[in-house]
């Protein structure tokens, strides 16, 4: 496989098409390079690509392009910029995989459905972070990390996934049609108390049921008075019909209660959700610490044996997803829409 600099500034998907003639290996394998965000989404798209004999997936991130305008950045933005000065030429053999941020929701609210653009492959849900949140792989990786059982806790990962999505279901749709319809300096700051509340929410400890959970209250009563703000400015703008009619386009493409997170921010709910698993996970590190202490007359390197061998949940959360790969809804379309793609017809 060339290298970037050997393609000069612009790499173009004929260009991959050609270097795959040179096969070191003599095979007739297609080579598909993908351009991805950053080195995490490396990671994640590595992981999520379809395995199809014949076809190989050659991951990049935008700060390996050797670019026209000399700068190194990575990111969506990055991406698209390389394909504007045509630096990066998409094609069947160069490909980007990146994060949708809005884009699922705007394209509800613009079009009453979501399309697809040529060689460039969305997650659907906000963001690859979005996709690891995947409840029942979360439960069973606290598990792992913890050797506890899920059912001695007040709520698990899972339940606590659930609770939130439902509570966040009004507002995303409010917000996602809200941004779209009217003026950023109108609706922008009920975005930031969104955030915030996300943010907030990171706090809960997991001493008490959810539902009683004075975090969780709070978190409910923050997002009803942003509901309370944006369906007031619908009714005041008179945007009563246009909303409705970007609901029944949500509720064709199946976004729900139960799936609700997955529109959320993902990098924001994704820290409050390992925030509040993380907590619990260092007491329980803590206690078997102490444990060992008191079996073993407080011996310093059994300790810190079980305080190296003791992963971080998020990190656990992340790499374990990789292993396992769990199905996950909205972006089950994009893995099958490369697979259809790219498998010998």
């Known amino acids: 496989m060339l290298s970037d600099s050997e393609y000069g500034f612009v790499i173009s998907s004929d260009d991959i ?25 490396k990671r994640f798209w590595r992981a999520c690509l379809p395995k199809i004999e014949g076809v190989h997936f050659d991951l990049k991130i935008a700060s390996q392009a050797t670019a026209s305008d000399e700068k190194k950045a990575n990111g969506c933005t990055r991406l698209l910029a390389l394909r504007a000065i045509g630096d990066l030429i998409p094609g069947h053999n160069l490909i980007f995989c ?6 699922f929701l705007s394209e509800l609210y613009r ?7 040529a060689h460039i492959y969305y997650t659907n849900v906000y963001s690859i972070e979005n996709a690891i ?9 606290f598990e792992a990390v913890t050797a506890c059982s899920i059912r001695e806790l007040h709520y698990c990962p899972s339940q606590f996934l659930n609770k939130v999505s439902a509570a966040v279901y009004n507002t995303v749709l409010l917000l996602a049609f809200s941004l779209n319809s009217f003026d950023y300096s109108l609706v922008g700051k009920f975005k930031r108390d969104f955030l915030a509340a ?3 929410v990171g706090a809960m400890d997991l001493e008490t049921d ?4 004075v975090v969780f209250l709070g978190f409910k009563a923050a997002l009803a008075e942003i509901n309370r703000e944006l369906v007031l400015n619908i009714y005041n703008c008179g945007a009563e019909q246009q909303y409705s009619n970007f609901m029944v386009s949500v ?13 959320v921010r993902g990098h924001d709910l994704f820290n409050s959700f390992v925030r509040v698993f993380e907590t619990v996970n260092k007491k329980l590190k803590r206690d078997e610490v102490s444990l060992v202490a008191q079996l073993h007359n407080g011996a310093r390197d059994m300790m810190n044996a079980v305080r190296n061998e003791w992963a971080e949940f998020g990190g656990a959360l992340k790499y374990g997803f990789y292993a396992a790969t ?8 994009t893995v099958n829409r490369i697979k259809t793609d790219y498998s010998p017809r």
């Not at 990146?98 to 884009?103: P, Q, V």
């Not at 079009?111 to 653009?117: D, I, N, Y």
């Not at 959810?210 to 959970?213: E, G, L, P, Q, Y």
């Not at 769990?326 to 379309?333: A, G, H, I, Q």
Request: glycine share 6%.
């Open 133 to 141: 949140l995947h409840g029942a792989h979360a439960d069973r990786v």
């Open 326 to 333: 769990p199905p996950v809804p909205f972006f089950e379309r």
């Open 111 to 117: 079009a009453g459905g979501v399309s697809t653009e």
């Open 251 to 263: 509720s064709d493409e199946l976004v729900n209660e139960a799936n609700a997170y997955l529109f």
């Open 210 to 213: 959810i539902d009683d959970s």
């Open 198 to 200: 996300i943010a907030n």
């Open 17 to 41: 098409q050609k270097a795959s003639m040179f096969n070191i290996d003599g095979s007739d394998r297609v080579t598909v390079l993908v351009w991805v965000e950053s080195r995490e989404d």
């Open 98 to 103: 990146l994060d949708s941020d809005e884009r």
